[in-house]
């Protein structure tokens, strides 16, 4: 069974930090590539970061680029976000997905190639 649960949200002040994590099993985790969405009320999920497995790529979107950093531990098939300097529009819903797909510079995040999802955490920046 596929599995991709998420941790590490919470309520934090407007400049903290949160640390988020995607433990993943069930399926090929060094064949995917993870990302991490988020989704923002009346809002479309949003793609954030995201890491290839097999030869860890990265991308980051303009939103978060500089404040969060996405690695992974692939012995133990988890993925990590780390997010610095919250502001309040970073509030969301974040979510982690596996694809058969390509991560890196210049490659926007497409939710329609992300096969496996997580049920989401809550992220709360205060003001």
């Known amino acids: 069974e596929v599995q991709l649960v998420e941790s590490g949200g919470g309520l934090v002040q407007a400049g903290g930090s949160l640390r988020l994590s995607c433990a993943a099993s069930?399926?090929?985790?060094?064949?995917?590539?993870i990302a991490w969405f988020r989704q923002a009320p009346g809002k479309e999920r949003e793609g954030v970061s995201c890491?290839?497995?097999?030869?860890?790529?990265?991308y980051y979107a303009d939103s978060v680029k500089g404040r969060f950093t996405i690695s992974n531990d692939n012995a133990k098939h988890t993925v990590f976000l780390q997010m610095n300097s919250l502001k309040p529009e970073d509030t969301a819903v974040y979510y982690c997905?596996?694809?058969?797909?390509?991560?890196?510079?210049?490659?926007?995040?497409?939710?329609?190639?992300?096969?496996?999802w997580g049920q989401g955490t809550q992220v709360t920046v205060s003001s």
């Open positions: 997905a596996a694809g058969l797909t390509w991560c890196g510079v210049g490659y926007e995040v497409d939710r329609d190639e992300y096969d496996y």
């Open positions: 890491i290839s497995s097999s030869d860890g790529t990265i």
């Open positions: 069930g399926f090929n985790f060094d064949a995917y590539t």
